[in-house]
């Protein structure tokens, strides 16, 4: 039986290659001959749905009229960067026997070679083989069991009713509002998506909490001992009886000092002390987020910024696996590269030298686990190499912190003495912790990172020995204080912190249903818990509310400009958090096939239909709008011409032609209209002459104009005040 695997991409048509035997296969123009099999390749999903006007010209004109519009059955086109690969594919579906679905393990990796086979009408057999790791012995034991694609419809059926879900609710709505918001003077798109919204509405919420925060106090006691010589700080542990608040802190400033003057000065006893060993875990390899977090924090790097700088270390300089995966796991088998692994860290990136010396290859951390790689496995270097200075600063860089990450693998985990102590005086309890590095492990490579959340310590812990403090011992409290500590918001988003929050955004959904169904979303998916978004779309996601001016930054912070608040107020709650998620999660769970995505569609526009008709019969005021004071019916806009100063004009130019300067960002007094002299008329038509001025360089000259330009294009030269009909 003659068969063609239809890989997701070119690599993995490689590694398929190579897993039928034959490791590079006779390559022709878009595919390869491996025996009696042929192996071609996509580029991601080469297909895509059509736009409205593509089904009726009337749509490329948007009209409130128009809305809601669908298409069942929708249809999909060939990407026009992708006609000549898709031809190539459909010819070679008509030599075979048998398709074999090699799509990622995932929703969208199943359907955009299942869309494909639909589109070009196939009626041969389609099987499904599930690769998630290019290693040679796990690609051939996946091809020893391919089954059956029928068994995967599924999963097809979910990416599709998400794909043309988002769509139709997408467009829909960002017509609607923007077409209401434009009847009101605003001019630009408001964007409106299932994903783009909620994530806006939580660096709104963010911001408002932020600012509403209304600053309340606490006191942090604390007391110094001595013990048999050895002295430590201690902090004063809350009981029942005391004033706290919500977070279990002292509110009392009297309570506070009293427990101050109680101890100070007075004996204390150690009621309890003991000293665990224990071991800190290297940080996992990178995912996509990881690293966008990792490099906006270090290097202010945009998220979409690292993905571009990935996809060139990975397809120019083949340096590093697939970028885009959402798992910081490898695959066990993967354990046994890494020698060459680190062979090729060590030519690229001569930096690593001594760190890589000192890695021991045999050691197998807690990454090389095979039950928890998922349709990817963690970004990690390639066994490819490249002349380090031939890369640009920002490749240098991203490259640097993958291979740290991989090193680190094979280094010893940090070890150190935990040592957890409790003192009493005068009925009052402190606590101490302290902690003593007895093997710094694979944190030495991380002694710049002192800013990473992943790898701080407990802040709080002494840095003082206590190993020797024994249980029962007795000393005396030297001294005793009470801190006055203000309370704070949250903290703004940062694209770091944004980032790692669109993983867990189930904790902002108020229905605990809701919440439950989002969190089980993401089960079995490490670093996922209740999100939106992949981390192939979050990153542009996050630019385009960025670009269309919904947030902006100040500094390092995220917060939502007027037009991104004036939206946000304007939606329903159904599109500013993150339920329509969830929601649609748990109605795809029950989708077998096409026609349970065509119900599941009807019943969303059912949804869309109330919403838009919700927009029509509302008002939405997004911008401070300023009327015209030229024709009194329509909007100032400002306008800023490349190269020239700012000003105001009608939103109606074609039929006011009212102009005002800037002044400060507002419309200021138009400049007053030149007189129309009834004295000297123009000598070609009749009408009334105007003194103007003009310049010829820096020198500045008067001169006559016809007050019926531009029709009249007449002129004269100034003669002392009045005009020269001679010149």
């Given at each position: 039986?003659?068969?063609l ?7 993995l048509?490689e590694?398929i290659?190579a897993g ?6 006779s390559?022709?123009?878009?595919y390869?001959?491996c025996?009696n099999?042929?192996v071609t390749?996509?580029?991601g999903?080469m ?5 409205p006007?593509?089904y009726?010209?009337k749509?490329?004109?948007w009209?409130?009229?128009d809305l809601?519009f669908s298409f069942i059955?929708w ?12 031809k190539?594919?459909?010819n ?10 090699a799509?990622?393990?995932?929703d969208?990796?199943q359907l ?5 086979l639909?589109?070009c009408g196939n ?13 040679l ?11 059956p ?8 059926a979910a990416?599709?009713a998400r794909s043309?879900?988002?769509q139709l609710?997408?467009y829909n709505?960002?017509?609607g509002?923007?077409?209401k918001?434009r009847s009101s003077?605003f001019d630009?798109v408001?964007?409106v ?5 909620p994530?806006?509405g939580?660096?709104?919420?963010r911001c408002?909490?932020?600012?509403a ?15 048999t010589?050895?002295q430590?700080?201690g ?5 029942d009886t005391?004033?706290v608040d ?8 009297e309570q506070a000092?009293k427990i ?16 665990t060993?224990?071991e800190?875990p290297p ?5 996509l987020l990881k690293l966008?977090?990792?490099?906006s924090r270090?290097?202010g ?5 690292v993905k571009?700088?990935?996809?060139a270390l990975?397809e120019k300089?083949?340096?590093i ?7 910081e ?5 993967q354990?046994?590269d890494?020698p060459g692994?680190?062979?090729a ?6 930096i690593f030298a001594?760190?890589i010396?000192?890695?021991d290859?045999v ?17 990690i270097?390639?066994?490819?190499t490249?002349n380090f200075?031939?890369l640009?600063?920002?490749e240098?860089r991203?490259y640097?912190l993958?291979a ?5 693998q094979f280094?010893p985990?940090?070890?150190y ?9 005068e009925?009052h309890?402190?606590?101490t912790?302290s902690?003593?590095?007895t093997?710094?492990g694979w ?5 710049n990172?002192?800013?990473?959340d ?12 206590l190993?020797q403090?024994?249980?029962?011992s007795f000393g005396?409290?030297?001294?005793a204080s009470s801190e006055k ?5 949250q903290?703004?988003y940062?694209i ?11 904790k ?13 979303k993401?089960?079995?998916?490490e670093?996922e818990?209740g999100?939106?978004g992949?981390?192939a779309?979050?990153?542009?996601i996050i630019?385009g509310l960025l670009n269309?001016?919904f947030i902006?930054?100040e500094g390092?912070n995220?917060i939502?400009s007027?037009?991104?608040e004036?939206l946000?107020?304007?939606?329903p709650?159904?599109?500013k958090?993150?339920?329509m998620?969830?929601?649609w999660h ?5 989708l077998?096939?096409?026609d ?7 019943g969303?526009?059912e949804f869309?239909?109330?919403?838009i008709?919700?927009?029509k019969?509302s008002?939405?005021s997004?911008?401070?709008?300023h009327?015209c004071?030229?024709?009194?019916m329509?909007?100032?806009k400002?306008i800023t011409p490349?190269?020239?100063d ?6 109606d130019r074609d039929?006011?032609?009212y ?5 400060g ?7 007053p209209?030149p007189?129309v002299?009834?004295q ?23 001169f006559?104009?016809c007050?019926g330009f531009?029709?009249?294009?007449e ?5 002392k ?7």
């Amino acid at each position: 039986m003659r068969r063609l695997f239809i890989a997701e991409k070119p690599e993995l048509a490689e590694a398929i290659c190579a897993g039928l035997g034959n490791k590079t296969g006779s390559k022709s123009d878009g595919y390869y001959t491996c025996g009696n099999d042929i192996v071609t390749w996509c580029y991601g999903h080469m297909l895509r749905l059509s736009d409205p006007e593509e089904y009726d010209q009337k749509y490329s004109k948007w009209n409130l009229d128009d809305l809601p519009f669908s298409f069942i059955p929708w249809q999909k086109m060939i990407s026009d960067d992708k006609q000549k690969q898709v031809k190539i594919i459909f010819n070679l579906v008509n030599s075979v026997d048998a398709v074999v679905n090699a799509g990622d393990p995932d929703d969208e990796g199943q359907l955009l070679v299942d869309e494909l086979l639909e589109f070009c009408g196939n009626t041969k057999p389609v099987y499904r083989v599930l690769i998630n790791d290019f290693n040679l012995k796990l690609v051939q034991k996946a091809l020893a069991n391919i089954r059956p694609n029928s068994e995967f419809q599924y999963m097809s059926a979910a990416a599709e009713a998400r794909s043309v879900g988002d769509q139709l609710y997408g467009y829909n709505m960002t017509r609607g509002y923007t077409l209401k918001a434009r009847s009101s003077g605003f001019d630009g798109v408001l964007s409106v998506g299932r994903v783009q919204t909620p994530i806006l509405g939580l660096v709104v919420r963010r911001c408002r909490e932020f600012k509403a925060h209304k600053q309340a106090f606490y006191y942090n006691v604390s007391a110094r001992f001595d013990i048999t010589g050895c002295q430590f700080n201690g902090r004063y542990q809350i009981i029942d009886t005391d004033q706290v608040d919500d977070k279990k802190r002292l509110i009392s400033a009297e309570q506070a000092q009293k427990i101050v003057d109680d101890v100070k000065g007075k004996q204390a006893k150690v009621i309890s002390a003991k000293t665990t060993q224990k071991e800190t875990p290297p940080v996992l390899p990178y995912n996509l987020l990881k690293l966008q977090a990792d490099a906006s924090r270090k290097y202010g790097y945009k998220p979409d910024k690292v993905k571009e700088i990935t996809q060139a270390l990975r397809e120019k300089h083949q340096l590093i696996t697939y970028n885009r995966s959402d798992c910081e796991y490898l695959s066990d088998e993967q354990h046994e590269d890494a020698p060459g692994v680190l062979a090729a860290i060590l030519e690229t990136a001569p930096i690593f030298a001594q760190v890589i010396q000192r890695a021991d290859p045999v050691i197998k951390s807690r990454a090389f686990n095979s039950s928890k790689v998922s349709a990817h496995h963690a970004i990690i270097p390639t066994e490819g190499t490249a002349n380090f200075s031939n890369l640009s600063e920002a490749e240098q860089r991203i490259y640097l912190l993958i291979a740290r990450a991989y090193i680190a693998q094979f280094f010893p985990n940090m070890k150190y003495d935990e040592t957890e102590i409790y003192v009493e005086c005068e009925q009052h309890k402190f606590k101490t912790v302290s902690n003593v590095i007895t093997d710094l492990g694979w944190k030495k490579l991380y002694k710049n990172d002192a800013d990473n959340d992943d790898i701080k310590e407990n802040d709080e812990a002494e840095s003082v020995d206590l190993r020797q403090v024994q249980n029962n011992s007795f000393g005396v409290c030297i001294d005793a204080s009470s801190e006055k500590k203000a309370t704070k918001p949250q903290p703004l988003y940062t694209i770091a912190t944004l980032l790692k929050d669109l993983t867990r955004v189930a904790k902002y959904v108020r229905d605990p249903e809701l919440k439950k169904i989002l969190v089980e979303k993401d089960k079995g998916k490490e670093g996922e818990n209740g999100g939106i978004g992949t981390p192939a779309t979050r990153d542009s996601i996050i630019a385009g509310l960025l670009n269309r001016g919904f947030i902006v930054e100040e500094g390092k912070n995220l917060i939502a400009s007027e037009v991104g608040e004036k939206l946000y107020d304007a939606l329903p709650d159904s599109a500013k958090f993150p339920d329509m998620t969830a929601i649609w999660h748990d109605q795809q769970k029950t989708l077998k096939n096409k026609d349970d995505v065509v119900n599941f569609v009807r019943g969303l526009m059912e949804f869309i239909t109330t919403e838009i008709e919700a927009v029509k019969s509302s008002s939405l005021s997004v911008v401070k709008q300023h009327e015209c004071p030229g024709c009194k019916m329509y909007y100032l806009k400002r306008i800023t011409p490349k190269g020239k100063d700012a000003f105001w004009a009608c939103s109606d130019r074609d039929n006011c032609g009212y102009t005002a300067p800037d002044a400060g960002g507002l419309p200021g007094k138009p400049k007053p209209k030149p007189a129309v002299s009834a004295q000297h008329k123009c000598k070609t038509c009749g009408k009334g002459l105007i003194r103007r001025t003009g310049k010829k360089g820096k020198v500045s000259y008067a001169f006559w104009g016809c007050s019926g330009f531009p029709e009249c294009k007449e002129s004269y030269k100034d003669d002392k005040g009045k005009p020269n009909y001679t010149s």
